[in-house]
T-cell receptor, first 111, second 115 residues
Framework: DAKTTQPTSMDCAEGRAANLPCNHS???????VYWYRQIHSQGPQYIIH???NNETNEMASLIITEDRKSSTLILPHATLRDTAVYYC????????????FGQGTTLQVKP | DTEVTQTPKHLVMGMTNKKSLKCEQH?????MYWYKQKAKKPPELMFV???????INESVPSRFSPECPNSSLLNLHLHALQPEDSALYLC??????????????FGPGTRLTVL
């Protein structure tokens, strides 16, 4: 599975969009990009995933560059409850279900 | 019910004790996972069960022994642990082990302290 690089930490003002970048320059054609987050003292929570097209759900949007070497998770209107560690993960669509978490980005949403 | 439950929430054990962690889901998922998370570090995969069979063991020491008695239940038996095994142990489940859609649902974890 390809490795990912994320900034260690980011701040965002409450009500503004939070844009979290992820670099995955060694991604291969059959690898998906997944995003999870972990709020303090809780288990990780799935947010969104995509292969090459941009994706949107009720939580967030995922923008994947055309060359698929990087992606951005967008939380359109961040709230204080979005303060968490955000993990960008690249995984094969194999039968293993293996998720390899990187260090993630700690997002602090400030009032 | 989209919940993964884990018991106990907290566990303190000595190095000579034998204890077990329990994980349960009733979503009909056929893949279940154990992760270990040390403080301020990301979760690390330990084991994957797919259709009640062990499919991945990430070279975990034998003092950790997983068991999947049925499709809803996953146990982690602990024996002769070391203080460095103190961590948050997370259980997760997903519809299956692979495919393009593999959202993993995580439980809240068991915080283990080994004295």
């Amino acid at each position: 599975d390809a490795k990912t690089t994320q900034p260690t930490s980011m701040d965002c003002a409450e009500g503004r969009a939070a844009n979290l970048p992820c670099n995955h320059s060694t991604i291969s054609g059959n690898e998906y990009v997944y995003w999870y987050r972990q709020i303090h003292s809780q288990g990780p929570q799935y947010i969104i995933h995509g292969l090459k097209n941009n994706e949107t759900n009720e939580m967030a949007s995922l923008i994947i560059t055309e060359d698929r070497k990087s992606s951005t998770l967008i939380l359109p209107h961040a709230t204080l409850r979005d303060t968490a560690v955000y993990y960008c993960i690249v995984r094969l669509t194999s039968n293993t279900g293996k998720l390899i978490f990187g260090q993630g980005t700690t997002l602090q949403v400030k009032p | 019910d989209t919940e993964v439950t884990q018991t106990p929430k907290h566990l303190v054990m000595g190095m000579t004790n034998k204890k077990s962690l329990k994980c349960e889901q009733h979503m009909g998922h056929r893949a279940m996972y154990w992760y270990k998370q040390k403080a301020k570090k990301p979760p690390e995969l330990m084991f994957v069960y797919s259709y009640e069979k062990l499919s991945i063991n990430e070279s975990v020491p034998s003092r950790f022994s997983p068991e999947c008695p049925n499709s809803s239940l996953l146990n982690l038996h602990l024996h002769a642990l070391q203080p460095e095994d103190s961590a948050l142990y997370l259980c997760a489940s997903s519809i299956s082990g692979g495919g393009s859609y593999n959202e993993q649902f995580f439980g809240p974890g068991t915080r283990l302290t080994v004295l």
